[in-house]
Structures are given as C-alpha cells and as structure tokens.
T-cell receptor, first 109, second 115 residues
Framework: GQNIDQPTEMTATEGAIVQINCTYQTSGFNGLFWYQQHAGEAPTFLSYNVLDGLEEKGRFSSFLSRSKGYSYLLLKELQMKDSASYLCAVMDSNYQLIWGAGTKLIIKP | SAVISQKPSRDICQRGTSLTIQCQVDSQVTMMFWYRQQPGQSLTLIATANQGSEATYESGFVIDKFPISRPNLTFSTLTVSNMSPEDSSIYLC????????????FGEGSRLTVL
C-alpha cells in the first residue's frame, strides 16, 4: 500500500531551527510537495522536489532523497507565524497526490 | 497561479438535507479536485472533477452521495446529499496549474456542520 509518515506534532522555540521529516512508500514517484496550513485556513504551497538534494527558498528549505524515500522541511529563524500544520504529499506514478497526516508545529516564545 | 473562491465558507445544516458548494477559479485550469478534511486530519480526495464528463471518484465516495458538476474550465460544484453528522467536515476545492506535476491551489474551504 501507499504510505506517508510524518510526526504528529513538534514544538520549537522562536528564532530556532526545526526539521520536519517525511518518509514515504508509494507506487512510483513524480515529486514531493510540502504545504503549510494555518488553523482554519486552506493549505498553501511551500515547495516541490523531484530531484535529490536541497531546495532553498528564503527561511524554508526542502530536501529529498529518492533512494531513501525521505524528505525533510527545514525552517530557520522561526517566527510565531510559522505555527501551523505542515503537510507532506507525494505524487505517485498516476499523478495522484498521496497526503501525509500533517505535522502540527507549535512555536513557543 | 490561481485564485479559488468557494462558497459558502461555512454552514450549519440539518440531517437529511443536501448542500451544494460552489468553486470558482479565476483562470482556466485543466484539473479540479474536491477534498475533505476532517478536524485534525489530513486531506482526503473525494473526486476529480472532469470538465464535460462525469467526475472520477475515489474509493469510498460515490456519485449519489457527492454529485459533482463541472460545466467549464473555471467552475465546479460539489453537493453533499442526505447529510448526516458524519459529513461534518471542511470541504476544499483545488485546482492544478502547469501540468500534471504543477502546484495545487486550494480554495478557502467550506466548513459544514450537520446537526
């Protein structure tokens, strides 16, 4: 079966760095997405990785290792507004998105 | 990019009634989808809305319960029929731009509470 695993909840301190991991097992692979979702709001796109390596976009970076079925989202210089759920989603061979359950990130001052 | 408008944003419904959610995209998009997100959980795909033909439903979802229309490339509706409290959820419209691996944009969601 297809499976996406990510931690349920993480806590970090304002100004610090946090890494949210995502492991996956899917039927084929056409890329991995990270989305941010604030409580009561729609998910918004953060990143897309299809090749191995690190993609940096401001304070956020996303890493992919296809051989290991692994990705992480790295958030630097954490701000209170980064408190949200972070959803990992993998596109399988049929271009269907398989969604993880999301990681709720709590930022403390 | 795409801006997606959904309405209603929220509603409280009586058991046994039906409600139609409308989704409008500000540009023509090839693919539109309907998701459900129950409290504290991730997204579950209900169906892919196909322009000019019947929607493609995921396992566990059927047309009689969730009829979908997509008359053109910018608009779709989802009806939640014969509602029960178990249908209380957030329903999200989404659209993909830029091909099959393009970014997925979401509407603000419609929060339904069924009493």
């Amino acid at each position: 079966g297809q499976n996406i695993d990510q931690p349920t909840e993480m806590t970090a301190t304002e100004g610090a760095i946090v890494q949210i991991n995502c492991t996956y097992q899917t039927s084929g692979f056409n890329g991995l997405f990270w989305y941010q979702q604030h409580a009561g709001e729609a998910p918004t796109f953060l990143s897309y990785n299809v090749l191995d390596g690190l993609e940096e976009k401001g304070r956020f970076s996303s890493f992919l290792s296809r051989s290991k079925g692994y990705s992480y989202l790295l958030l630097k210089e954490l701000q209170m507004k980064d408190s949200a759920s972070y959803l990992c989603a993998v596109m399988d061979s049929n271009y269907q998105l398989i969604w993880g359950a999301g990681t709720k990130l709590i930022i403390k001052p | 990019s795409a801006v997606i408008s959904q309405k209603p944003s929220r509603d409280i419904c009586q058991r046994g009634t039906s409600l139609t959610i409308q989704c409008q995209v500000d540009s023509q998009v090839t693919m539109m989808f309907w998701y459900r997100q129950q409290p504290g959980q991730s997204l579950t795909l209900i169906a892919t809305a196909n322009q000019g033909s019947e929607a493609t439903y995921e396992s566990g979802f059927v047309i009689d319960k969730f009829p979908i229309s997509r008359p053109n490339l910018t608009f779709s509706t989802l009806t939640v029929s014969n509602m029960s409290p178990e249908d209380s959820s957030i329903y999200l419209c989404s659209a993909r731009t830029g091909g099959e691996t393009g970014e997925l944009f979401f509407g603000e969601g419609s929060r339904l509470t069924v009493l």
